[in-house]
Structures are given as structure tokens and as C-alpha cells.
């Protein structure tokens, strides 16, 4: 649940299809699939680190330890930039979904900065009070968000109409252009994103030698057909043959379809975004403050980042940043 909460499964698929059909067209799942190969090679090569380098530094140590110390380091700082500043820039972003969403609806104004500094606090919170409360956070929240896209994008096949199921979405004689379905499958390596942070737990796990490697596999192949299945579904559901209104629209078309089948069932989508995002920030939260630890314990950073609460077990210091 540590990668596949990352990786934000609902968010990637609901967030990127529009996207990814802008440039493939309605071969767009076929995407995802020729991105899932390459992924899983990358997962390969982290599942051999994690196996015989399981540290909480993650690639700050795998680096430092198999290439150079002052390489690690740098790769280090340039992770500064990524997973501790993730939390911040979802949870804004989202919160201008769910600001405009509900003033388009309901005529209600919840303002995007009190959803960040709510969603903030929950998360911070949920991390400090260590691995196995935030764990279980990143269970319900995150498996809330995939079965809701999921059931939403099966739901596509259902409402389909006859002869619209078939397999030209796989066909790479149907993109659009060859430059543009090598474009979407550049873009969809981004949905795939998050399922090497699992290798950060690697201090707080039983045998991680080979649950690490196990995770993050099994995080890849989960990932893989989820995206998949779901944006095939979501493409029938809304129909093949309209796929410009698809590429188009001005709304997620996610919203579009949900409220098109049960009406509200919009809100249940935004619902699933939100899930999604939340456990997504746990997530690189959890790893960004293991990864500090590391490099609090090895010297690249000031020592009392390596100060772990004595109940909860967790870099205080590094939460609290």
C-alpha cells in the first residue's frame, strides 16, 4: 500500500486519460500498456537494490553505496525537491478542484487554502504517530480511491452500447499519429510514478529483504491493470466514436461520465480523488521524513533529523519539518 498509495492509483488514472487520449487518441489504453513493460524493467533493477541494500535512505544509499558518496549526496538534495514537497502541491491542487467543484454545483465556496491546511494537519498528524497508524490510513484511504475509479470505469462497459467493446484501443494502427502515441507513452510513465518509496520502509519492515522486492512488484502489476482495464472502460463509457468531445471537455471527463450514469455519483468521484490524494501524501511523507533520517544518520544532515520519538518511533524532527 506504500506504492500503490503513492502512485495515487484513482488520481493517476482520472487526472491523465484525458491527456493521454489528447495525444493517442483512442488507442490511449494502449498506452499504458506499452509504458507497464517499461516500468516493471525499472522495478526490476530498484527490487535488487532493495534487496541487498534495505536501508531507510532509499536512493540516497543505494547511490552513495554503489556509485559515490558526494553522487549520493547530490542525489539526495535533488530530492529535496520532489517527494517533501509532493504533499503540498497535491493537496492545493485538489483542494482547487474540490473549491471549484463545489461552487459549480452547490454554489458553495470552501476555500482551496482551508482544504490545505486541514489535509495538512491530518497528515502530519497521522504521520507522526508512526508507520503503523499511517499504514492503516493509507489502507482505507487508498483502497477507497481505487475501488470507486474502478468500479467507475467498469461501470463504462456496462452502459456501452452494442458493438462498442472491441479491441481497436490496442491496435497502434488506430493512434491518431506514431509521434503522438510516442508522446502519451513518455507522459503515462508519470502515472506510474511512486512505487520505488516503499524501499524507505525498509528499517520498519519484517524481512525486507523479501517483502521489499515483493512489494514493489506486485505494486507494478497492480498498477499496470488498473490503469489498463480503467481507461479502456472510461473511453467505452463515454463512447469511441466521441472521442473529440472527450479530448475536449472542459470538465474531467471522469465527472462527466460518473454524473451520467447516477446523476450525483460525481461527488463520489471527487470523493475518490480526495482519498486518493491524502493517501498519496502520507505516503511521500512517510518516505521523505525516512529518507532525512538516513542522511541525519550518516552526517549529510544535521544529527537531530535522526531523533526518532520514543513511543511512536518515528524521525520527530523530520515530521514536524
Same mark, same amino acid.
Given at each position: 500500500?506504500?506504492?500503490?498509495?503513492?502512485?495515487?492509483?484513482?488520481?493517476?488514472?482520472?487526472?491523465?486519460?484525458?491527456?493521454?487520449?489528447?495525444?493517442?487518441?483512442?488507442?490511449?489504453?494502449? !498506452? %499504458?500498456?506499452? #509504458? &507497464? =513493460?517499461?516500468? +516493471?524493467? /525499472?522495478?526490476?533493477?530498484?527490487?535488487?537494490?532493495?534487496?541487498?541494500?534495505?536501508s531507510a535512505g532509499g536512493y540516497y544509499t543505494y547511490i552513495s553505496r554503489t556509485v559515490h558518496p558526494r553522487v549520493g549526496f547530490l542525489a539526495a538534495r535533488l530530492y529535496f525537491l520532489y517527494d517533501p514537497m509532493?504533499?503540498?502541491?497535491?493537496?492545493?491542487?485538489?483542494?482547487?478542484?474540490?473549491?471549484?467543484?463545489?461552487?459549480? !454545483? %452547490?454554489?458553495? #465556496? &470552501? =476555500?482551496?487554502? +482551508?482544504? /490545505?491546511?486541514?489535509?495538512?494537519?491530518?497528515?502530519?498528524?497521522?504521520?507522526?504517530?508512526?508507520?503503523?497508524?499511517?499504514?492503516?490510513?493509507?489502507?482505507?484511504?487508498?483502497?477507497?480511491?481505487?475501488?470507486?475509479?474502478?468500479?467507475?470505469?467498469?461501470?463504462?462497459?456496462?452502459?456501452?452500447?452494442?458493438?462498442?467493446?472491441?479491441?481497436?484501443?490496442?491496435?497502434?494502427?488506430k493512434a491518431s499519429s506514431r509521434s503522438g502515441l510516442y508522446l502519451a507513452v513518455i507522459f503515462t510513465i508519470f502515472a506510474f510514478n511512486g512505487w520505488e518509496l516503499v524501499a524507505r520502509l525498509a528499517e520498519e519492515s519484517g524481512n525486507p529483504r523479501r517483502n521489499l522486492p515483493r512489494a514493489i512488484l506486485i505494486a507494478i502489476l497492480v498498477l499496470g491493470a488498473f490503469l489498463i482495464l480503467g481507461s479502456w472502460g472510461l473511453m467505452v463509457g463515454?463512447?469511441?466514436?466521441?472521442?473529440?468531445?472527450?479530448i475536449n471537455s472542459r470538465e474531467n471527463p471522469t465527472f462527466v461520465v460518473a454524473r451520467g450514469n447516477r446523476g450525483s455519483a460525481w461527488v463520489i468521484v471527487l470523493l475518490a480523488l480526495l482519498n486518493s490524494v491524502l493517501a498519496a501524501s502520507i505516503a511521500?511523507?512517510?518516505?521523505?521524513?525516512?529518507?532525512?533520517?538516513?542522511?541525519?544518520?550518516?552526517?549529510?544532515?544535521?544529527?537531530?533529523?535522526?531523533?526518532?520519538?520514543?513511543?511512536?518511533?518515528?524521525?520527530?524532527?523530520?515530521?514536524?519539518?
Open positions: 500500500m506504500q506504492c500503490l498509495t503513492h502512485m495515487a492509483p484513482a488520481t493517476a488514472l482520472l487526472f491523465t486519460i484525458q491527456f493521454t487520449t489528447s495525444h493517442a487518441g483512442i488507442v490511449a489504453p494502449l !498506452a %499504458y500498456l506499452v #509504458t &507497464f =513493460p517499461i516500468v +516493471l524493467v /525499472l522495478g526490476v533493477c530498484l527490487m535488487q537494490l532493495a534487496k541487498h541494500l534495505p509532493l504533499a503540498g502541491f497535491i493537496l492545493a491542487y485538489i483542494g482547487a478542484v474540490l473549491e471549484q467543484a463545489l461552487k459549480a !454545483a %452547490y454554489g458553495i #465556496t &470552501f =476555500p482551496w487554502w +482551508l482544504f /490545505l491546511l486541514l489535509a495538512g494537519s491530518f497528515v502530519g498528524f497521522v504521520t507522526y504517530r508512526g508507520v503503523k497508524v499511517s499504514a492503516n490510513w493509507m489502507v482505507l484511504l487508498g483502497a477507497a480511491g481505487v475501488v470507486i475509479a474502478l468500479v467507475l470505469s467498469l461501470w463504462g462497459f456496462f452502459r456501452s452500447r452494442p458493438g462498442s467493446i472491441n479491441f481497436s484501443a490496442f491496435n497502434p494502427a463515454w463512447g469511441t466514436d466521441k472521442l473529440p468531445s472527450f511521500g511523507n512517510s518516505a521523505a521524513t525516512r529518507v532525512w533520517f538516513g542522511m541525519a544518520r550518516s552526517g549529510s544532515l544535521p544529527r537531530a533529523f535522526a531523533r526518532v520519538h520514543p513511543t511512536h518511533k518515528t524521525p520527530v524532527n523530520g515530521v514536524k519539518l
